[in-house]
């Protein structure tokens, strides 16, 4: 079945404790991102890469890192996370104009 | 700047009638796409439907539809014979070229709350 895969669901950490969200897809798309939703801001995206080794900053790219060493994995990783980094998160991805959303991850930073 | 409008906050239908969800947006760019998802209370996007600018046929998927109207720049999605799980948040968004939209984003509107009764 073509799916994204995000990992974890729902994750629970303190200021300042490094965290990775992982992010798979099976359906070998170049392109991939990562959003953000926070209520009355909506979906922002933080990162994009159209390719393997290939990212860059979307619209909120501050606090985050992104890696791209294989097509399928697009990891999502807050070196020190805040509280203002509580959301819901979403990787994405696409090899033409459709674009199917993982599960999402709920972010809770104490 | 591109621009996705949803004027419907919230909207109710009652189960087996169809229902309209409008969505209106701005561009420039003459090559575009333009999406719906759903999102229920568990939290993910769900793709539903999809059209492209160019597309000469309103985009059907199932009980879902979309009624394109590029002149009026509207991309308003139908839903027949709702059903009680179609009770959820439903987004519309717009994205334009591959390799000329930055971040190849996808812009969303606020979306719509839909509540089915029975």
């Known amino acids: 079945e073509a799916q994204v895969t995000q990992n974890p669901r729902y994750l629970i950490t303190v200021t300042g404790k490094k965290l990775t969200v992982t992010c798979s897809q099976n359906m070998n798309h170049e392109y991939m991102s990562w959003y953000r939703q926070d209520p009355g801001l909506g979906l922002r995206q933080i990162y994009y890469s159209m390719n393997v080794e290939v990212t860059d900053k979307g619209d909120v790219p501050e606090g985050y890192k992104v890696s791209r060493k294989e097509k399928r994995n697009f990891p999502l990783i807050l070196e020190s996370p805040s509280p203002n980094q509580t959301s819901l998160y979403f990787c994405?991805?696409?090899?033409?104009?459709?674009?199917?959303f993982g599960s999402g991850t709920q972010l809770s930073v104490l | 700047a591109q621009k996705i409008t949803q004027t419907q906050p919230g909207m109710f239908v009652q189960e087996k009638e169809a229902v309209t969800l409008d969505c209106t947006y701005d561009t420039s760019d003459p090559s575009y796409g333009l999406f719906w998802y759903k999102q229920p209370s568990s939290g993910e996007m769900i793709f539903l439907i999809y059209?492209?600018?160019?597309?000469?046929q309103n985009a059907t998927e199932g009980r879902y539809s979309l009624n394109f109207q590029k002149a009026r720049k509207s991309a308003n999605l139908v839903i027949s014979a709702s059903q009680l799980g179609d009770s959820a948040m439903y987004f519309c968004a717009m994205r334009g070229p591959y390799l000329r939209w930055p971040g190849y984003a996808l812009n969303f509107g606020k979306g719509t709350s839909l509540l089915v009764t029975p």
């Open positions: 994405a991805s696409s090899s033409d104009e459709k674009l199917f």
């Open positions: 059209q492209g600018s160019y597309d000469q």
